[in-house]
């Protein structure tokens, strides 16, 4: 007697999505310095007819939330695994800025390693 293979979380995820018909998610990666090209990138994409995950906090704008040298430090590792998750979640990360430092490069690598496909808005900064 054969058993039916079970299905990874991330087959249970696409396929619950595509039952429902959740359109494509997109999750937009980059320094927070290009918050106003993902706010363009979001709203063009949106429009376009895709959900759209971004980073949420610009930390490199002072705001009260993080202005606790401790508490920001305890924050940024929150907002780091909560964007994983937002990669995990999306079908493609859409890379923005022709900048590209450690932690966006760190993201790239993860989506890549989850299978994700990765596009940029500057090419020539793409990693290898």
Not at 10 to 32: F, M, N, Q, W, Y
Not at 92 to 120: C, H, M, N, W
Request: charged letters at 30%.
């Amino acid at each position: 007697m054969s058993y039916p293979e079970l299905l990874s979380p991330e087959e249970k995820l696409a396929d619950g999505k595509k039952r429902l018909s959740i359109p494509h998610v997109v999750a937009i990666c980059g320094s927070t310095r290009f918050m106003d090209q993902m706010n363009d990138a979001d709203r063009q994409l949106t429009w376009e007819g895709f959900i759209v995950v971004k980073p949420g906090c610009d930390m490199k704008t002072e705001h009260p939330l993080w202005a606790d040298p401790d508490e920001a430090e305890v924050g940024k590792v929150r907002l780091d695994a909560l964007h994983r998750a937002k990669i995990r979640l999306a079908d493609q990360v859409l890379v923005v800025g022709s900048y590209i430092g450690d932690s966006t490069r760190a993201e790239i690598a993860y989506a890549r390693e989850l299978g994700k496909p990765v596009r940029f808005t500057h090419p020539e900064v793409a990693p290898g």
